[in-house]
């Protein structure tokens, strides 16, 4: 054990177990807790704060629960650090459940507590309570505040009210990047491509660089337009600004030029990428099978699970979809 040989204080925990929460190292984290713990000596706020947000950030909700549930009087940054826990590994339910307790207990909305809860609304398309906790963060002056806004968009923008998500972005005097991201975002889920292009075209002018993000989000619009020349002009940007670095963003360079039926410049796109991930290869063979190059695509199949990478059912949809009987054959040789 890292601390034997001396007896550490509470600095030095709070400072280990923040370590920890950083790098998601939830075993060296449970260790210096049960040191803690045989120490014998009382947790306060400030250690049993870390100790809640090391064990969210890993991951171990139940173990956060379990150290909030121990605190005698947890406060506003004990709640929001379970709150966003359990809201970042995709709690929703019980991340709502929680807010009402907080509510309950008479804790603050705060712009982390508040965008948590915004983002469980989204996720659930629960208009109803979103609308609700727009209204709590209008009372409590946190409208302009950049998390705030970037869940109202997401809020609105899942549920179908591009409306109201315009305006709440038209009220904020200079949006940020992630406001405009999410906005562009909402519109392309949607359907609304023209909306998200000339909003992308404004974010250009408006003189933010647009991040890897941006570019992953417009991609789609361009890709379901199959507007050929202006998806290769924002290509070319991407590569000058050193966002095709990112294997996300090359995937929807792959997907853009796929739907296209511009397969040569797929392939150049794949080939010139550092990492493949699954959904590189599932792009890559759903744009060959699109076009009517079936033996290309099984080549592709085979190539994938060569690199290490196994069909999921994206990958068997896209073949069945067009050709049952190559998936069949494929098989069959193996």
């Not at 709690?91 to 909305?109: C, D, I, Q």
């Not at 505040?145 to 109201?164: A, N, P, Q, R």
Request: aromatic residues 12%; hydrophobic residues 40%.
């Amino acid at each position: 054990m890292v601390f034997d040989g001396f007896e550490p204080n509470y600095y030095t925990y709070v400072g280990a177990v923040s370590a920890c929460a950083r790098i998601s190292d939830g075993r060296t984290g449970k260790e210096i807790h049960g040191k803690i713990y045989r120490s014998g000596l009382e947790l306060n706020s400030h250690v049993s704060n870390c100790l809640i947000n090391m064990y969210g950030k890993c991951g171990l909700l139940r173990s956060a629960q379990f150290v909030f549930d121990a605190t005698l009087e947890p406060n506003l940054v004990s709640w929001t650090s379970l709150l966003s826990s359990y809201c970042q590994h995709g709690e929703h339910v019980h991340s709502l459940n929680l807010f009402a307790l907080s509510r309950k207990a008479g804790v603050v909305v705060n712009e982390f507590s508040g965008a948590s809860v915004l983002g469980a609304c989204a996720a659930l398309g629960n208009l109803k309570v979103g609308m609700q906790v727009h209204s709590l963060v209008l009372k409590c002056c946190l409208e302009f505040d950049k998390f705030i806004v970037t869940g109202l968009i997401k809020l609105y923008s899942k549920c179908g009210e591009l409306d109201m998500a315009c305006r709440v972005f038209l009220e904020v005097e200079q949006p940020d990047l992630s406001a405009w991201n999410t906005f562009i975002g909402g519109y392309v889920q949607l359907g609304k491509l023209g909306e998200a292009i000339d909003l992308f075209v404004k974010l250009y002018c408006s003189g933010l660089v647009p991040s890897e993000r941006t570019f992953s989000c417009v991609l789609g619009a361009f890709a379901d337009t199959k507007d050929v020349e202006a998806g290769k002009q924002l290509h070319s940007l991407i590569i000058k600004m050193g966002c095709n670095s990112f294997t996300f963003v090359s995937n929807a360079v792959l997907d853009f030029y796929s739907k296209c039926g511009l397969l040569q410049e797929s392939m150049k796109t794949f080939e010139e990428m550092d990492d493949h991930d699954i959904v590189s290869w599932n792009t890559l063979i759903s744009g060959h099978v699109g076009s009517g190059h079936y033996g290309e695509a099984i080549e592709l199949l085979k190539d994938m699970l060569s690199d290490g990478h196994y069909l999921n059912l994206y990958t068997y949809s896209s073949i069945l979809r067009y050709k049952p009987d190559a998936v069949f054959s494929f098989h069959c040789e193996e």
